[in-house]
T-cell receptor, first 115, second 110 residues
Framework: DAGVIQSPRHEVTEMGQEVTLRCKPISGHNSLFWYRQTMMRGLELLIYFNNNVPIDDSGMPEDRFSAKMPNASFSTLKIQPSEPRDSAVYFC?????????????FGDGTRLSIL | KNEVEQSPQNLTAQEGEFITINCSYSVGISALHWLQQHPGGGIVSLFMLSSGKKKHGRLIATINIQEKHSSLHITASHPRDSAVYICAVLYGGSQGNLIFGKGTKLSVKP
């Protein structure tokens, strides 16, 4: 069974460029989460979707960040324009039902470096 | 504002020892999540609990809602248990906030 698939695994780009991170959740899962991890701030929840609808985006840092889930099998996290402080590891996770006791399955993460 | 504190920050143990990692929080929560992050960076969800105790293999998680405290125990620890263990609390209901602790780095020596 395929787990949560994230792409790319690594991304290095110059500041000001648009960055798009991709996530394919586990088939059948109806909740999808985007997290960011940095040394300074640790893990943070950015946004989560339930049945493709954004439920809580209070963790999205600012308007430069946007996330979409056009269908149950695909989500994107976009940063435009990117800045060096956006450098982090971005994780996507999916589960059967939000935070209602079901375990979340994490992707391997995308390591993003903005120069 | 909910604060999440984990202790200890770092822990070194000998193989076979019983391990306890603690997580305390400051306001009422609806659920608490334990995560394991391997040295390579991969994250595994271990437990999500809102009361009582859960067990999976050598791992046991407990939560005391009144004392606002949770513990993660590892019995018969093994070097492959070496990882960072992260506690996260959910408050404000299922549409509320998820706050992470800074993690406990565990090293189990053979």
């Amino acid at each position: 069974d395929a787990g949560v698939i994230q792409s790319p695994r690594h991304e290095v780009t110059e500041m000001g460029q648009e960055v798009t991170l991709r996530c394919k959740p586990i088939s059948g899962h109806n909740s999808l989460f985007w997290y960011r991890q940095t040394m300074m701030r640790g893990l943070e929840l950015l946004i989560y979707f339930n049945n493709n609808v954004p439920i809580d985006d209070s963790g999205m840092p600012e308007d430069r960040f946007s996330a979409k889930m056009p269908n149950a099998s695909f989500s994107t996290l976009k940063i435009q324009p990117s800045e060096p402080r956006d450098s982090a590891v971005y994780f996507c996770a999916s589960s059967f039902s939000g935070f209602d006791g079901q375990p979340q399955h994490f992707g391997d993460g995308t390591r993003l470096s903005i120069l | 504002k909910n604060e999440v504190e984990q202790s200890p920050q770092n822990l070194t143990a000998q193989e076979g020892e019983f391990i306890t990692i603690n997580c305390s929080y400051s306001v009422g929560i609806s659920a608490l999540h334990w995560l394991q992050q391997h040295p390579g960076g991969g994250i595994v969800s271990l437990f999500m609990l809102s009361s009582g105790k859960k067990k999976h293999g050598r791992l046991i998680a407990t939560i005391n809602i009144q004392e606002k405290h949770s513990s993660l125990h590892i019995t018969a620890s093994h070097p492959r248990d070496s990882a960072v263990y992260i506690c996260a609390v959910l408050y404000g209901g299922s549409q509320g906030n998820l706050i992470f602790g800074k993690g406990t780095k565990l090293s189990v020596k053979p």
